[in-house]
C-alpha cells in the first residue's frame, strides 16, 4: 500500500518561508511523478509544482513560480516543497501526490484526484496577512 505522510505546514506572516516534507512509502523512486496540489476554501485543486524521472525540469504553477522550489531526497523516500516570500493567497491545504508510471511535468497541473495514483492526506499552510 503506497503512503504519503505530509509534514512542516503551519502558520506563517506574510513574507515568511515553510517547508513541506512528504515521506512516500509502498513504492520505489523509479518511473514516477511526484509533487504537491493545493486547495484554498471556495477554490478547485491546483496542480502546484512536481518532480518526474521523465524530464529533470520540474514543474511550477505560475502562481509560485520564483518562489517554491521542489526536491526530493531518494535515500529519505521524500520530497520537499521550499515556500519563500509566502503570501495570503498561498493560504491553502496542501496536498503530496504520486503517480507511475511518469508523466511529463507539464502534465502535473491537468491531473485530478483520478488520475494520480496517491494523496496524502493534506496539511494546512495558513499565511496572515
Known amino acids: 500500500e503506497v503512503q504519503l505522510v505530509e509534514s512542516g505546514g503551519g502558520l506563517v506572516e506574510v513574507g515568511g518561508s515553510l517547508r513541506l516534507s512528504c515521506t512516500a512509502s509502498?513504492?520505489?523512486?523509479?518511473?514516477?511523478?511526484i509533487g504537491w496540489f493545493r486547495q484554498a476554501p471556495g477554490k478547485e485543486r491546483e496542480g502546484v509544482s512536481c518532480?518526474?524521472?521523465?524530464?529533470?525540469?520540474?514543474y511550477y504553477s505560475d502562481s509560485v513560480k520564483g518562489r517554491y522550489t521542489i526536491y526530493e531526497d531518494i535515500a529519505k523516500n521524500t520530497v520537499y516543497l521550499q515556500m519563500n516570500s509566502l503570501k495570503p493567497e498561498d493560504t491553502a491545504v496542501y496536498y503530496c501526490?504520486?503517480?507511475?508510471?511518469?508523466?511529463?511535468?507539464?502534465?502535473?497541473?491537468?491531473?485530478?484526484?483520478?488520475?494520480?495514483?496517491?494523496w496524502g492526506q493534506g496539511i494546512l499552510v495558513n499565511v496572515s496577512s
Open positions: 518532480i518526474s524521472s521523465m524530464d529533470s525540469t520540474p
Open positions: 501526490a504520486v503517480t507511475w508510471p511518469a508523466l511529463h511535468p507539464s502534465l502535473w497541473g491537468q491531473m485530478t484526484t483520478r488520475n494520480l495514483i496517491a
Open positions: 509502498g513504492f520505489t523512486f523509479d518511473d514516477y511523478t
